[in-house]
C-alpha cells in the first residue's frame, strides 16, 4: 500500500511570502490530518478533515493559515503572508474512519519550511 | 483539556541494554488510546505501539512493551535488546475519543531523544 505522499520535502521563503504543501493519503483513509511540529517540540493538530468536511480547526491561525480538501481526497495547506516562527516541519496524517478499535495515523514524510 | 508530558528530553543507552522512557498524560475520559511514535532523524513519524485504555494487559512488540498505569495516567515504553537502529526521537501521543463523528486526534508530548552507544 502507497504511503501519505506530501510535496514539497523542503521550502525557504522570506517572510511575508506565501507557500502552500500537498498532500496525497492512504487511499481509501477518510480521516486527514495536518500538524505543525516546530523543532524540538512535539507536532500540533493544525485541522482534521473527514472527507471534505472540516472536524476540528480550533488550532489554525486562520488569517494566515487555510486548508481545504476538495473531493474527500488530496489537501492542500497555505500560509500567506508567512512569519518567521512558521518555520517548521509540516505533517499530513491519514486515517480510516471505522467505528471502533484505534485507527492508526500513518503520518507522511513531513515538508520543511524555513522562513527567512 | 488534556496533556502529554515528557519528562526526558534525552536518554541514552548501551546497544543490547534495556532502556524505559517515560510518559504522563492528564485526561478527564475514561476510554482512550496512548500511542508511542519513532521519528528517526529527518524520516517520518512511524508508530511503535499502541494501547487501550479499556485493556488492563500491557501491549506488547517484539522488544517493544508498555507499562501502562491508567489509575497513575502514567505510559512508560520499554525498549529491549536495544539496537542502533531504534536511535530517533520517540513521542508518546493521547489520542482523543471519537470528535464531530470523526476519530480523535493525537496530541503529542515533546518527545525524548534516543541515543543507542556501539
Known amino acids: 500500500e502507497a504511503g501519505v505522499a506530501q510535496s514539497p520535502r523542503y521550502k525557504i521563503i522570506e517572510k511575508r511570502q506565501s507557500v502552500a504543501f500537498w498532500c496525497n493519503p492512504i487511499?481509501?483513509?477518510?480521516?486527514l490530518y495536518w500538524y505543525q511540529q516546530i523543532l524540538g517540540q512535539g507536532p500540533k493538530l493544525l485541522i482534521q478533515?473527514?472527507?471534505?468536511?472540516?472536524?476540528?480547526d480550533s488550532q489554525l491561525p486562520k488569517d494566515r493559515f487555510s486548508a481545504e480538501r476538495l473531493k474527500g481526497v488530496d489537501s492542500t495547506l497555505k500560509i500567506q503572508p508567512a512569519k518567521l516562527e512558521d518555520s517548521a516541519v509540516y505533517l499530513c496524517?491519514?486515517?480510516?474512519?471505522?467505528?471502533?478499535?484505534?485507527?492508526?495515523?500513518?503520518f507522511g514524510a513531513g515538508s520543511r519550511l524555513t522562513v527567512l | 483539556a488534556q496533556t502529554v508530558t515528557q519528562s526526558q528530553p534525552e536518554m541514552s543507552v548501551q546497544e543490547a541494554e534495556t532502556v524505559t522512557l517515560s510518559c504522563t498524560y492528564d485526561?478527564?475520559?475514561?476510554?482512550?488510546?496512548l500511542f508511542w511514535y519513532k521519528q528517526p532523524p529527518s524520516r517520518q513519524m512511524i508508530l511503535v505501539i499502541r494501547?487501550?485504555?479499556?485493556?488492563?494487559q500491557n501491549a506488547t512488540e517484539n522488544r517493544f512493551s508498555v507499562n501502562f498505569q491508567k489509575a497513575a495516567k502514567s505510559f512508560s515504553l520499554k525498549i529491549s535488546d536495544s539496537q542502533l537502529g531504534d536511535a530517533a526521537m520517540y513521542f508518546c501521543?493521547?489520542?482523543?475519543?471519537?470528535?464531530?463523528?470523526?476519530?480523535?486526534?493525537?496530541?503529542f508530548g515533546k518527545g525524548t531523544k534516543l541515543s543507542v552507544k556501539p
Open positions: 496524517a491519514s486515517s480510516t474512519d471505522r467505528l471502533s478499535g484505534a485507527n492508526v495515523l500513518t
Open positions: 487511499s481509501g483513509h477518510a480521516t
Open positions: 478533515f473527514q472527507n471534505n468536511g472540516v472536524v476540528d
Open positions: 485526561t478527564s475520559e475514561s476510554d482512550y488510546y
Open positions: 494501547q487501550e485504555a479499556y485493556k488492563q
Open positions: 501521543a493521547y489520542r482523543r475519543p471519537r470528535y464531530g463523528g470523526s476519530q480523535g486526534n493525537l496530541i
